[in-house]
């Protein structure tokens, strides 16, 4: 580390960003505290950290963020199918989180948003994400902006189109897969935020692999490095995401959510270049992370 840090709190310390985040700040030698619905539940998956309870909306521990100079913001709901529900646990819970912080003097809250935060994004992840950063203080705060995060763990998109290719060897090319993906390895993704916090970074950084394939070549890579035989078959969005949209309001289960449909349809290319170099690291391309992936643990 270049730099004395403190202790970081980080929030989803149970999920699949902050696990890994983790695990990666101790090793470089900071104090870690892992905001957590159920630190039961979450103390096998890291035996070495403390943790503390935090529920948003309304449910943080008092001293959770007791003595910690900075708050990494990593959880997020994602699962909730109720709007209204979402908007309470991720804005107005995310609203209360950093104002709880800021009144126990946490001196610098970093935010994990995506590439895709847009108040006009198609789809309400990307949407909430924007509404979230402009929380921010851009003066003494990070908004941390990854690309689609790649890692053998988790149940975002990249797990969600994996699983199936695995169950179905079909993959759906919706709009023709000529999106634009930037991806980041999960590893990629602690470093730059290490890095960040070392370095007393603030205002807004795009982490992502600077040269995005599109969509349909990523999900071609992923049936090739992980050996599974595919038709891909090209589909409009408009007929494809009514057919989703309402077999979820039946309460039918579907492989792929309708809000990942839309955040496929909001796909846009973002400059990285000077952010990665701001930090002096490098996203691999996401050939690269794949092959990383296929590999045994």
């Excluded at 955040?263 to 973002?270: N, P, S, Y």
Aim: proline share 7%.
């Amino acid at each position: 580390m270049e730099g004395a840090v403190g202790r970081v709190a980080v929030t989803g310390a149970g999920g699949f960003l902050g696990r890994y985040l983790c695990r990666h700040l101790v090793a470089q030698g900071l104090t870690v505290r892992g905001l957590v619905r159920d630190p039961a539940a979450v103390r096998p998956l890291l035996p070495d950290i403390e943790l503390a309870h935090c529920d948003l909306p309304d449910a943080i521990d008092p001293g959770a963020l007791a003595d910690c100079a900075v708050l990494i913001h990593a959880a997020y709901a994602t699962k909730e199918t109720d709007a209204a529900r979402m908007r309470l646990v991720n804005e107005t819970g995310s609203e209360r989180l950093f104002a709880a912080a800021r009144a126990q003097g946490v001196g610098r809250i970093v935010f994990v948003s995506t590439v895709a935060a847009d108040p006009a994004a198609p789809n309400y992840y990307a949407r909430s994400k924007s509404a979230v950063e402009a929380l921010c203080d851009p003066q003494h705060d990070l908004i941390v902006r990854p690309g689609l995060v790649l890692g053998r763990e988790g149940q975002g998109l990249f797990q969600q189109m994996r699983g199936l290719m695995r169950a179905l060897h079909v993959v759906p090319l919706f709009g023709g897969g000529r999106q634009p993906l930037q991806t980041v390895y999960v590893d990629d993704v602690c470093v730059a935020v290490e890095r960040a916090l070392a370095r007393g970074v603030t205002g807004t950084l795009n982490i992502a692999e600077p040269e995005p394939l599109t969509l349909g070549d990523f999900l071609r890579a992923v049936a090739a490095t992980h050996r599974i035989r595919c038709l891909f078959l090209p589909l409009p969005f408009g007929p494809a995401l009514w057919l989703v949209q309402r077999l979820e309001r039946a309460g039918v289960p579907v492989p792929l959510r309708s809000e990942s449909l839309l955040g496929m349809q909001g796909l846009r290319a973002v400059p990285v270049a000077a952010d990665l170099a701001r930090l002096g690291v490098q996203a691999r391309p996401a050939v690269e992370s794949l092959q990383r992936l296929a590999l045994p643990d």
